[in-house]
């Protein structure tokens, strides 16, 4: 499975971003996707994943109430609608997914950053 991700940029504290993962390949196989974040000098972390069967959703306590993780099987397509960012959000934010093919892997995309200015 590829991932691909977009919609990070720059965004002023309370503002909102959008980001997107396409997913390609064996498709089939995803049993969850998920976003990860990475600032600097800090070690990565699970912002908030989704299965694809149920849509089971769960986050990070640092996101709740603030972040929304999506998908469209359909499309293979996964979102993480950000709103009221913060200047702690600020990362490089990686697009994962979870499946079985052969073997469990986990899968992930090359990472978009988000800067959130105070």
């Known amino acids: 499975v590829q991932l691909v991700e977009s919609g990070g940029g720059l965004v002023q504290a309370g503002g909102s971003l959008r980001l997107s993962c396409a997913a390609s390949?064996?498709?089939?196989?995803?049993?969850?996707m998920g976003w990860s974040r990475q600032a600097p000098g800090k070690q990565r972390e699970l912002v908030a994943r989704i299965t694809t069967a149920s849509g089971s959703r769960n986050y990070a306590d640092s996101v709740k109430g603030r972040f929304t993780i999506s998908r469209d099987n359909a499309k293979n397509m996964m979102y993480l609608q950000m709103d009221s960012l913060k200047p702690e959000d600020t990362a490089v934010y990686y697009c994962?997914?979870?499946?079985?093919?052969?073997?469990?892997?986990?899968?992930w995309g090359q990472g978009t950053q988000v800067t959130v200015s105070s």
């Open positions: 994962f997914a979870e499946g079985y093919y052969y073997s469990n892997y986990q899968s």
């Open positions: 390949g064996s498709t089939f196989s995803i049993n969850a």
